[in-house]
């Protein structure tokens, strides 16, 4: 049977649940821990935006950290909306199903039955199953060469993408391999357009925002963002953050282009436990554990011998940095949104330590992690100085987690960084293959040809 290994495997399933007769601590406690643990993250200068944490379906914990907007030193606050990214992917299955619920659509209906850009062979192959699951073999939109030209998204129109799309070369055959494609998403966005008479956005507000009571919620797609939606911010060179320019989502679309609060994502969160917003049938096919329409479903490891029943998702773009983590055995969610370029490793971490705080266990120590040290080196202009110290044994080091922030070195464009991380990991790591092909693919990546360094740093590897 075909499944989505690596979605799984991104929350990890290790060893059977086991239940534990443990004295659980009271609400207060809990919270007052996982303040705690926050406030280590925010005084690294690892997390900044908003955490909200429930706990057997009651929110616990709501709090808002650093700037909405770094030029006027506007703070967050817990109604602030952020660009949610792929998160919105989950959100456009529940909208899909929904529509299937009402008649409007068939889950085994092919892009060949709404596009006459695909009406030919392999368009009468992909069903919206497949776009929904990731086994569509549409290729993700960095495969074309134009994807990060700024012109490109002003140029191209909806209808002109949906071309772009249809003479992209398959990736894999329909319906045999898991592969992440958000122009599957852009497609869905379409067909929800074409069933409903009406845009997609107005769709997501008639049948999920409104009767969810989502008010701060909505969908992005041109070039002049929501007043609702606070600014991304991404690393600057000589240390601290710069504002990232406004982003044009109209070719992100179904896949990548809402936007929500902490709060409106926990409605939708507690929704999807009950019946009100789509039924039993459709939540088995939204939560499969061998498919899932986009939910990374599987268990996570609280402790040794303790693992429980997850479902996870998470987006990032242009500064933006979101993720939800449900416990759907007894209920607990934790849900995060920053707006300054937290990775996808980083941000996973957190909400694991959480998620050990709502089950009563202490959460691990961070004060000598490497993530944190490379954070405050970005942000306060002391890099080097840490590289230096991480091949001196002065940090607790995670290959993943190094290797994640120097991808994020790349996306705020410190490619020099990112770079110089790289050769570091790949040293400190050697015996490692996913480090070397890690440091490979760096040294030939497009944002590092024109480096003075490059030969110095990479090398043989060129």
């Not at 549409?138 to 949906?162: C, G, M, S, Y």
């Not at 041109?222 to 710069?242: E, F, L, M, P, R």
């Amino acid at each position: 049977m075909l499944t989505a290994k690596t979605a799984v495997a991104a929350i990890g399933v290790i060893l059977s649940f086991s239940l534990c007769a443990k004295e659980q601590p009271t609400t207060q406690t809990t919270k007052n821990v996982i303040e705690s643990v926050v406030n280590s993250y925010v005084s690294h200068g690892a997390f900044e935006g908003v955490l909200l944490v429930s706990q057997s379906g009651e929110k616990i914990f709501e709090q808002a950290y650093g700037f909405a907007n770094y030029d006027n030193r506007t703070p967050i606050s817990v109604n602030s909306s952020f660009q949610i990214a792929s998160l919105s992917k989950p959100i456009t299955a529940t909208l899909v199903l929904k529509l299937k619920e009402q008649g409007k659509l068939k889950l085994e209906s092919t892009l060949a039955d709404y596009f006459t850009e695909f009406d030919n062979d392999i368009g009468r192959q992909i069903t919206l199953h497949h776009l929904l699951n990731h086994t569509s073999g549409i290729p993700n939109h960095f495969t074309l060469n134009n994807w990060f030209n700024r012109d490109f998204h002003k140029v191209t129109t909806e209808q002109a993408f949906v071309d772009v799309i249809a003479n992209m070369p398959l990736s894999a055959e329909p319906g045999t391999e898991y592969n992440y494609s958000n122009p599957a998403y852009f497609l869905l966005g379409k067909i929800i357009e074409k069933v409903t008479g009406q845009s997609f956005a107005q769709s997501l507000e008639t049948n999920i925002l409104a009767p969810l009571n989502m008010t701060h919620s909505g969908v992005g797609l041109g070039n002049t963002q929501s007043a609702q939606v606070i600014k991304a911010h991404q690393w600057q060179d000589v240390g601290g953050y710069k504002r990232e320019p406004d982003n044009n989502y109209k070719l992100f679309g179904a896949g990548a282009a809402i936007y929500s609060s902490a709060d409106d994502l926990y409605r939708f969160d507690l929704a999807l436990y009950g019946t009100k917003l789509i039924n039993e049938q459709s939540k088995l096919q939204l939560f499969n554990p061998d498919l899932p329409y986009s939910w990374r479903v599987g268990k996570l490891p609280i402790t040794e011998s303790r693992n429980v029943n997850a479902h996870m998702y998470d987006g990032k773009i242009k500064g933006y940095s979101s993720m939800v983590l449900r416990l759907i055995d007894d209920k607990h969610s934790v849900i995060l949104l920053s707006n300054n370029g937290m990775s996808y490793q980083l941000k996973r971490q957190l909400v694991g330590d959480i998620a050990k705080v709502l089950y009563g266990e202490p959460a691990p120590n961070r004060e000598n992690d490497v993530a944190f040290a490379l954070t405050q080196a970005v942000t306060t202009g002391t890099f080097e100085k840490v590289l230096t110290d991480i091949q001196t044994n002065k940090y607790t080091l995670d290959e993943g987690m190094m290797t994640s922030f120097a991808y994020e070195l790349f996306w705020s464009n410190l490619a020099s960084k990112s770079l110089q991380l790289f050769a570091v990991i790949g040293n400190q790591f050697k015996q490692s293959e996913d480090a070397k092909h890690h440091f490979a693919k760096a040294c030939n990546h497009r944002l590092v040809k024109n480096l003075e360094e490059r030969d110095a740093i990479c090398g043989a590897t060129l």
